[in-house]
């Protein structure tokens, strides 16, 4: 039981399994294996999001822009799209994923040359991308009968009975899973948010790291920008509005520490799976949209509590270390 408890991944999988049972009680249809597909299928763009901001979490900072920017990236995807439905698909993905890593690119640039606090930086770009849109757009909508067809088909098209969008979101996965683990740049992103000055001294220019993770967190917007639209077929100024909290909470819940340097892949993913079981079932068992914000709520809440539990634990066990070593 001890050893559940300290793996934040094991515990997420027990609540989330027990989750699901608890709704299968109420309405057995939700575990069939198409409806627990489809689930994935409805996560997969905020697993893909909350995979951007663990990246810039880990590195002490925190990106408010990510769903504006997806708003802003798929805009200018639709409206590509509309004025030109021959261009290639893949270069109009292109195309949204360079404008999102250049929009994060400026959240890097502005928190690491100016100095200016990641929150204060990324509230800013936020309205000013959602301003963006409304200049470009004019306020006006692009409904799906302006889209093409292949623009709208890709996320749904089926390969080996998924949708495409679950396997380009698995696919993502396992990029991060590499990029974390066997790069130098991922194992930055770990050592500036857990000792910045410490980082400094082997070497690891903490701005610049910083910049990369933004950037990074930028490109997957741009890509979940393209996604958003063609699956719902419709562009908009207030698409994703306020959908930047759930992916910062999906991190939370994940156990990946606002305090930087604290987190995987694996927790991430978990975090958008328990959110995306919550966001899916509690409709379907007849709970209030207002209920379901004030759960959602205290499920974040609580894991803010669980995460700081755990790191004034480590903490602890840091300091009697040191006490024996020094005694």
Not at 301 to 322: D, F, Q, S, W, Y
Request: charge should be positive; glycine fraction near 10%; charged fraction near 10%.
């Amino acid at each position: 039981m001890k050893l559940l408890l300290k793996n934040r991944e094991m515990l997420l999988v027990v609540a989330i399994v027990a989750l699901v049972a608890l709704i299968a009680l109420r309405f057995p249809p939700f575990v069939t294996p198409g409806n627990l597909a489809n689930v994935y299928n409805d996560t997969s763009i905020l697993i893909i999001l909350a995979l951007g901001q663990m990246a810039v979490i880990l590195t002490r900072c925190i990106d408010l822009s990510m769903a504006a920017n997806l708003a802003l990236s798929g805009m200018v995807a639709a409206m590509i799209n509309a004025a030109m439905p021959g261009l290639p698909i893949p270069l109009v993905i292109l195309i949204a994923m360079a404008l999102g890593a250049l929009l994060g690119s400026i959240n890097g640039l502005l928190v690491w040359k100016l100095d200016i606090p990641p929150i204060v930086v990324t509230l800013g770009t936020l309205t000013i991308y959602r301003g963006l849109i409304f200049l470009l757009s004019g306020g006006a909508w692009i409904n799906a009968h302006q889209m093409s067809d292949a623009f709208k088909a890709l996320p749904r098209a089926a390969v080996l009975g998924f949708p495409l969008l679950s396997w380009l979101s698995l696919v993502i996965i396992g990029i991060m899973v590499v990029v974390m683990r066997r790069t130098p740049l991922g194992r930055a992103f770990f050592a500036v948010g857990g000792n910045p000055h410490a980082a400094v001294y082997t070497g690891i220019d903490v701005g610049r790291t910083r910049f990369f993770a933004y950037c990074l967190s930028g490109t997957l917007a741009g890509l979940s920008g393209y996604l958003w639209v063609s699956r719902y077929a419709v562009a908009y100024v207030d698409i994703a509005a306020g959908f930047e909290l759930d992916i910062i909470a999906a991190c939370v819940i994940g156990g990946i520490s606002i305090a930087g340097g604290i987190g995987s892949v694996g927790g991430a993913l978990l975090g958008a799976l328990f959110l995306g079981v919550i966001k899916n079932a509690l409709p379907v068992i007849n709970i209030s949209p207002f209920a379901q914000m004030a759960i959602s709520g205290m499920v974040i809440i609580i894991a803010v509590a669980v995460n700081a539990r755990a790191e004034k634990r480590k903490g602890r066990v840091i300091l009697r270390k040191a006490e024996a070593v020094h005694g």
